[in-house]
């Protein structure tokens, strides 16, 4: 084996996994990350009726993940035969078990819509399409009974939904910034951090939920441990690099100079981590409790983490062992 870096090859001709994966990687986040808090939230304060928190986590979680899903299927080289991938199963691949997750996962928080928009769902057929509220009932006796059941089992694969994006690009082996065991835990604390700053930003501009409800107040509080994790983990990442193989000490370049270490720093640590600590604490309280705060620090979260996604995806397919 020949330990030299490549700069310009990665899989065979240059990057191969472009924006659409890191948007996709962002998205799939984002949806198990809101999901996730939503219903901790959920269970934790024993809410029975659905709040605007629930609905935004709720709605945000399923139409995120269907565009992720259109983010992925668009970049495969035969996009009309991705049919053949929800047929054909390989359990020794984590794309096919990841798959066959995004199977359950999806119908799952659909499931959660109903419950969340339940009432709203049928004061709507009552008036319109009124041949659908009959089925719907049908459907929610069904489902009602099952609800403690169905949440237990939403929350357990939307985090795996978070940790499977991790997992699928850290067995790239040859890799040495992707293939640790660090990046499934990073990409679910940032998948939490991206689901916390979307339903916090759904619920208020589309559920006039205010900035400084009990719910929001909760989810500004998880925020910020959240937050000093993925610092953590990112550190834990550079640090194994420099501390590693030639190969794992030349990648950590990535990290120092050249159009990856600026989308780092100024994308990643600038806007995503910076800016909420900046408008949060250093700004001090009125500004910290502002609307236009609370909107640019949901944001930069958001921005912080794609960048965070497009870092790794790009530096870690440009940085690897020449075979």
């Known amino acids: 084996m020949n330990g030299a870096i490549n700069f310009t090859h990665t899989f065979s001709h240059g990057v191969e996994w ?35 928190l629930f609905k935004a ?3 945000l979680s399923l139409v995120t993940i269907l565009l992720g899903m259109v983010c992925l299927v668009a970049d495969l080289e035969r996009p009309l035969l991705f049919w053949k991938i929800l047929i054909n199963y390989n359990w020794t691949s984590v794309m096919s078990v990841g798959v066959a997750a995004l199977c359950i996962y999806i119908p799952l928080s659909f499931i959660m819509c109903l419950y969340a928009f339940e009432k709203e769902l049928f004061a709507f057929f009552e008036n319109n399409l009124k041949f659908v509220k009959p089925i719907l009932a049908i459907v929610m006796k069904i489902l009602n009974p099952l609800c403690p059941f169905l949440i237990a089992l939403c929350l357990i694969f939307a985090v795996t939904i978070c940790a499977y994006t991790g997992f699928l690009i850290s067995v790239l082996v040859r890799f040495p910034i992707l293939n640790t065991a660090i990046l499934p835990a990073l990409f679910v604390a940032s ?50 690099l ?5 190969v794992q000490k030349a990648a950590s370049i990535a990290f120092q100079s050249g159009i990856y270490a600026k989308l780092f720093w100024f994308g990643v640590v600038g ?27 949901g944001f930069a ?23």
Not at 202 to 229: C, G, Q, R, V
Not at 301 to 309: A, D, K, N, T, Y
């Open 18 to 52: 472009g924006w659409p994966i890191a948007v996709y990687l962002l998205l799939a986040g984002m949806s198990g990350g809101a999901l996730v808090i939503a219903l901790l939230i959920k269970y934790y304060k024993k809410q029975k009726d659905s709040t605007p």
């Open 57 to 59: 986590a709720s709605l």
């Open 191 to 240: 998948g939490l951090s991206a689901g916390i700053g979307g339903s916090s930003l759904t619920a208020t501009l589309f559920f006039k939920e205010n900035h400084h409800s009990n719910d929001l107040k909760t989810l500004h509080t998880i925020e910020w441990p959240i937050m000093w994790a993925e610092i953590l983990l990112i550190a834990m990442l550079f640090v194994s």
């Open 242 to 246: 420099i501390i590693g193989s030639d």
């Open 271 to 297: 806007v995503g981590f910076c800016v909420p600590i900046v408008l949060n604490f250093l700004l001090g309280k009125k500004t910290a409790s502002s609307l236009v705060t609370f909107y640019l620090s």
């Open 301 to 323: 979260s958001i921005i912080g983490v794609l960048m965070l996604r497009m870092f790794i995806l790009y530096a870690g397919q440009t940085y690897h062992i020449n075979i």
